[in-house]
Nanobody, 124 residues
């Protein structure tokens, strides 16, 4: 059983930065792929960034160049460094994990383990 707990959300102004963390516990092995998703009020959940078991990374077009996904050396904590934040980045951010093969996926249907979410609010 794998559990995920996100932290690091908060409120920032347009152009600010935040770093999200996702602590994974349980039987998470090297084969797990991990990802960040977000859901704004009234919108569908969308994939933001993913990293597969080989370290390959995918970003959505909306965050490419501004967000960076990474994992620590022990591969039990996932991070999302968010720079140059915009009001449209306001959403609940979720960490997800699943034992799936590469390449990295931004499709929520591929993931079965989810954290509880952390709120990010960007004001103009």
């Amino acid at each position: 059983q794998v559990q995920l707990v996100e932290s690091g959300g908060g409120s920032v102004q347009d152009g600010g930065s935040l770093r999200l963390a996702c602590a994974a516990s349980g039987r998470i092995t090297r084969g797990y792929q991990m990802a960040w998703f977000r859901q704004a009020p009234g919108k569908q959940r969308e994939g933001v960034a993913a990293i597969d078991s080989e370290g390959d990374i995918a970003y959505s077009d909306s965050v490419q160049g501004r967000f960076t996904i990474s994992k620590d050396s022990g591969k039990v904590t996932l991070y999302l460094q968010m720079n140059n934040l915009k009001p449209e980045d306001t959403a609940m951010y979720y960490c997800a994990a699943e034992l799936i093969r590469p390449p990295p996926s931004l499709d929520e249907r591929d993931f079965g383990v989810w954290g509880q979410g952390t709120q990010v609010t960007v004001s103009s």
